[in-house]
């Protein structure tokens, strides 16, 4: 992106965000943010004390974790099995209602029937998407550039199902250095807050490319945004998406602005796993149900 490209984004930005540029607050709750101190930030409540203003967020099955990469010689509770992811997708889903959210941005699906999740006898419609910058869900205690999550519901239910996929920025070789096609559009699509905006790469074909490409991680969470609610279905794709360096910055421009996040920053840290089951699907590729190796 040139830099007045850059500039004009940023201005665009601050223009169509200013009603936004305050903290974040629940559906029936105090005001919360990402920010430390956030005494020092309109009074809003830092992530460590989200608790005191929304019960769930102090929970015993919370979100994000920390993830461990699988090791054979690593602990003796793991199974381990060449077993695939057992999730299907269908749709395309390419158009979206871009908005600010608590803390960050969404992109709203415009039509919740056209992209599904299924898995065994239940279906997940897809209501949205949006990026965490840094990752919330760490490896191994590593930390990746940012984290997309797409989030589902249960048809007729409220339960959800939300696939992580971690983004990692680096510099590409020249063989490489055609933009990613999701990513690319993503990013031209800051310039449309507000907007129908379209995302030109097939849902399905995006999911099915990056587990294909490793383990993947599935446990039962919460929410990572207050209320916190404990009704996830949490899978994250272990093999990041790699995106050129600088992919980034238009997004990481429009958080700064943002009162919620911490210097632009909008990522819970991780919480404890306590008795929770983490199954690594090490094969990586759809298919039938099958088990995995479990962590505990």
């Known amino acids: 992106m040139s830099r007045l490209s850059s500039v004009a984004l940023f201005s665009?930005?601050?223009?169509?965000?200013?009603?936004?540029?305050?903290?974040?607050?629940?559906?029936d709750?105090?005001?919360?943010?990402?920010?430390?101190?956030?005494?020092?930030h309109g009074g809003e409540l830092s992530p460590v004390d989200w608790a005191s203003g929304y019960e769930a967020c102090g929970g015993s099955s919370q979100s994000?974790?920390?993830?461990?990469?699988?090791d054979a010689d690593a602990s003796d509770d793991c199974d381990v099995k060449d077993s695939a992811v057992p999730l299907s997708f269908s749709g395309d889903c390419v158009s979206f209602s871009l908005e600010p959210s608590h803390g960050g941005l969404k992109w709203d699906?415009?039509?919740?029937?056209?992209?599904?999740?299924?898995?065994?006898e239940t279906t997940y419609s897809l209501l949205q998407f949006h990026v965490h910058v840094m990752s919330e869900h760490t490896v191994d205690g590593y930390q990746y550039d940012a984290e997309a999550h797409f989030v589902h519901q249960e048809d007729g239910g409220d339960n959800l199902l939300v696939i992580g996929v971690f983004l990692e920025e680096q510099e590409l070789d020249d063989q490489q250095k055609k933009p990613n096609a999701w990513m690319n559009s993503v990013r031209h699509s800051l310039n449309h807050m507000n907007e129908t905006v379209h995302v030109h790469h097939p849902y399905a074909a995006l999911l099915l490319k990056r587990i294909a490409h490793g383990d993947v991680f599935n446990y039962a969470g919460s929410l990572t945004t207050p209320p916190c609610s404990e009704i996830v279905d949490w899978w994250v794709v272990g093999t990041p998406l790699k995106v050129q360096a600088g992919a980034l910055d238009p997004l990481k421009a429009i958080l700064e602005q943002m009162e919620a996040t911490d210097d632009g920053e909008n990522a819970r840290?991780?919480?404890?796993?306590?008795?929770?089951?983490v199954v690594t699907y090490t094969n990586g590729k759809p298919g039938n149900e099958g088990e995995g190796s479990t962590h505990h």
């Open 12 to 27: 665009l930005a601050s223009l169509l965000l200013a009603p936004h540029a305050c903290v974040a607050e629940g559906d």
């Open 29 to 40: 709750g105090p005001a919360w943010g990402y920010h430390p101190r956030g005494e020092e």
């Open 64 to 70: 994000p974790i920390d993830l461990s990469a699988y």
């Open 109 to 120: 699906a415009t039509s919740s029937d056209s992209c599904k999740v299924h898995k065994g």
């Open 269 to 277: 840290a991780t919480q404890p796993l306590n008795d929770r089951t």
